[in-house]
């Protein structure tokens, strides 16, 4: 017995170590075939499909970890032994799942573009009509770009404060209108207010550095001299490194992001069960959850009131960041587009 303990032993550590290896080997790769992918805007709509098949399966990890009150890993085990869920206990590949991923890809953007494009093309005209009477100097019309810009900036800061949860029901339920239904969202946001406040402000904290990366080009002869002497095919290699390290910046904190957006939306349909579409009442139906158990969220109005002016707060600041950047490096897609809470693309200055 005690000879042949020390090779079992061996064998067990090798195992876990290979195991360990092969597990971190294959994140790797998917970092990197995600980033070449989210370095055009044609397939990033793939990126942006595996994000929400990713949103869906953190959504029922949650169901099973509030379930059998386990761990994540043990939730993930668990998942692989109930037979019409067992898809959720594997990682969302790229080649078995490519189909699923473009659709699902394309229906996410849909939803954004329906949601995110009003008060972008507001802003977009805000700005053409501001320059356009500096420049004519019409100053009978001064009134219209800033007209137009508030009432862009009062639509955008309303449709950003039901986006991430509207898009965490729309990636569980996967129909476009399950996004749309601002009742059952505002149900959703007031059932977990304070932790929605937390995902707001550290989204816009998160994009800080993306707007300060737009800026970056237009002060790049005083951050890099070398560029006053580098030829043009120097350029584009520096602009190409650029824009590489804003998208694996990018890429992780929308994972990280989006993940936290979907266990919230697992938390807040526990406490708002009619809120929950036909996926999630068959989920939690297989999985042996009884929402009706879950003590619902003590509602005040003081609190509230409180999260919702600060979380519109938050994403006033946003839009000013996104002003002040498009002011020193001016781009137009970026009005209608914003790589973390649209398409996962960051445009490149050269």
């Not at 994540?72 to 206990?89: E, T």
């Not at 020193?328 to 398409?343: K, Q």
Request: net charge positive; glycine share 6%; hydrophobic share 55%.
């Amino acid at each position: 017995m005690t000879t042949n303990a020390k090779p079992i032993a061996d064998g067990g550590a090798v195992s876990s170590l290979s195991s360990s290896v092969a597990r971190r080997a294959s994140i790797a790769a998917k970092l990197i075939i995600t980033t070449a992918l989210a370095l055009t805007p044609l397939t990033a709509v793939l990126v942006l499909g595996w994000i929400v098949r990713l949103m869906r399966r953190e959504t029922v990890i949650a169901f099973v970890c509030h379930a059998h009150a386990c761990s994540r890993g043990q939730a993930i085990v668990r998942l692989g032994s109930i037979d019409p869920l067992q898809a959720y206990s594997r990682f969302p590949g790229w080649w078995s799942g490519l189909w699923q991923t473009i659709v699902s890809g394309l229906k996410a953007f849909l939803v954004l573009v329906m949601l995110t494009l009003p008060f972008g093309a507001l802003l977009l005209l805000s700005w053409w009509a501001g320059w356009e009477n500096s420049f004519n100097k019409g100053y009978e019309q001064a009134w219209a770009g800033p007209a137009i810009a508030l009432i862009g900036v009062a639509l955008a800061i309303a449709i950003l404060s039901h986006l991430p949860m509207a898009f965490a029901r729309f990636a569980t339920e996967g129909t476009v209108w399950s996004a749309f239904d601002l009742r059952r969202v505002r149900r959703l946001i007031r059932a977990v207010r304070w932790r929605y406040l937390a995902l707001t402000i550290v989204t816009v904290l998160a994009a800080a550095p993306l707007f300060l990366a737009q800026i970056a080009p237009t002060f790049m002869e005083k951050i890099n001299p070398k560029v006053l002497t580098a030829g043009p095919d120097e350029l584009r290699a520096i602009a190409g490194r650029w824009h590489l390290m804003a998208t694996i910046y990018l890429l992780v904190v929308l994972f990280f992001l989006r993940r936290w957006a979907a266990r919230l939306y697992a938390r807040a349909v526990l406490s708002e069960p009619d809120a929950a579409g036909p996926f999630v009442r068959e989920t939690i139906s297989t999985i042996g959850l009884d929402a009706s158990d879950v003590k619902a969220t003590r509602r005040h109005w003081t609190g509230m009131v409180s999260t919702s002016i600060l979380g519109c707060a938050a994403w006033g600041s946003f839009i000013v960041m996104l002003y002040i950047a498009q002011f020193a490096n001016h781009a137009w897609w970026n009005w209608i587009n914003h790589a973390l809470i649209g398409l996962p693309w960051v445009f490149r200055p050269i």
